[in-house]
């Protein structure tokens, strides 16, 4: 039996549909707006280097979310006194070195922030997911995570300078000291 509707029905009908499906339009669009907004101030910089690097807000947003999942899944913990401070003597050892072995001395400092992150609980894996996992709990830090690596395993004929290695070393301090503050409480995933 058809069904045979009014034109008055036919608008109500009509209207209702549009209605629910701008409600639909609106609730999705604040979800991405509020996700986008929580990424963003979640991973600052790190956020726009994602994006820069993966063409578009959702592919760099699902990376970010794929990372926040990987570093949950991680055993990742504070470090006791006695390994805060035996790394903290180690630091005063390396910083000592500078003066007279600048180069070796940048070297060691990228070492030993790596071995700080191993005793948290990252994994070793190359830097690129390594400065990945580490971007999670550690965003402000990342760019210039990024560039004292660069400077400390640069090589051959654009040997750093020594403004460039000094800078390098004031990078790696700043990395050094966040990493062995006992870890702040989770944010709430900006991305769920």
């Known amino acids: 039996m058809p069904l045979h509707f009014t034109v008055t029905e036919m608008i109500i009908v009509t209207g209702v549909v ?8 609106a609730a999705y669009l604040s979800h991405r707006r509020k996700r986008t907004v929580g990424l963003r101030n979640r991973f600052g910089t790190e956020y726009d280097a994602a994006v820069v690097k993966h063409g578009s807000l959702n592919k760099a947003e699902s990376k970010l979310a794929d990372r926040e999942t990987r570093v949950e899944a991680l055993k990742i913990r504070d470090l006791g006194a006695t390994e805060r401070d035996r790394f903290v003597a180690e630091w005063h050892t390396v910083q000592s070195r500078f003066v007279d072995h600048p180069k070796a001395a940048v070297t060691e400092a990228d070492d030993l922030v790596n071995a700080v992150l191993e005793a948290r609980g ?7 997911q390594r400065a990945a996992d580490v971007s999670v709990h550690y965003p402000r830090v990342m ?3 990024r560039l004292a690596h660069a400077i400390a395993v640069r090589q051959g004929a654009v040997e ?5 290695l000094r800078t390098a070393m004031i990078q790696y301090r700043a990395i050094f000291d966040d990493l ?3 870890q702040k409480a989770v944010e709430v995933r900006s991305a769920a």
């Open 122 to 128: 990252y994994p070793q894996t190359g830097f690129d």
């Open 160 to 164: 750093a300078t020594t403004e460039e």
């Open 143 to 145: 760019e210039n995570y």
């Open 18 to 25: 549009c209605l629910v499906l701008i409600l639909a339009a």
């Open 180 to 182: 062995l503050q006992p």
